[in-house]
C-alpha cells in the first residue's frame, strides 16, 4: 500500500497562517483567503473556523467539504512546477487548487476573477 502524500496528514491550521501571511504581504486580507477557501469548499465562515480550531487535515478537510465548486475546475496552470489539470490523485489536486487561488490572490488578481465569477 503507498504512503500517503505528507501534506494529507498536515492539519490545515499548520498552513493556514501561511496563506493568509503571503495574502497580506501583497495587500491582502485574512477575510479574502477565508473567502477563497469556502468558495472553493463550500464551507461556511464558522465551518471553516470549527475546522481551523479541530486542527483538521487536509485529506479530511476536503473529504468532509459540504459543497466543493463546480467551477473549481477552471483553475489551471502550475504549481510547484505541476500543472493542476494533470494531477490525478483527487486530494492533491484540491490542495493544489486552494495554493493556486493563493497565489492569484497574493499576485492582486480581482477576487471576481479568482472565483471564476
Known amino acids: 500500500m503507498p504512503t500517503k502524500h505528507r501534506v494529507f496528514t498536515t492539519p490545515v491550521p499548520n498552513v493556514y497562517p501561511h496563506y493568509v501571511a503571503k495574502a497580506e504581504k501583497k495587500g491582502r486580507t485574512k477575510a479574502e483567503v477565508d473567502t477563497v477557501m469556502c468558495w472553493l469548499t463550500g464551507y461556511t465562515p464558522r465551518q471553516l473556523d470549527r475546522h481551523l480550531k479541530k486542527q483538521t487535515d487536509f485529506e479530511t478537510f476536503f473529504r468532509d467539504a459540504p459543497k466543493?465548486?463546480?467551477?473549481?475546475?477552471?483553475?489551471?496552470?502550475?504549481?510547484?512546477?505541476?500543472?493542476?489539470?494533470?494531477?490525478?490523485?483527487?486530494?492533491?489536486?484540491?490542495?493544489?487548487?486552494?495554493?493556486?487561488?493563493?497565489?492569484?490572490l497574493a499576485k492582486g488578481k480581482r477576487l471576481e476573477k479568482i472565483l471564476r465569477a
Open 68 to 104: 466543493p465548486n463546480p467551477s473549481r475546475t477552471l483553475i489551471t496552470g502550475t504549481i510547484c512546477g505541476v500543472r493542476i489539470e494533470a494531477i490525478e490523485e483527487p486530494t492533491m489536486r484540491e490542495v493544489r487548487y486552494l495554493d493556486k487561488l493563493v497565489d492569484e
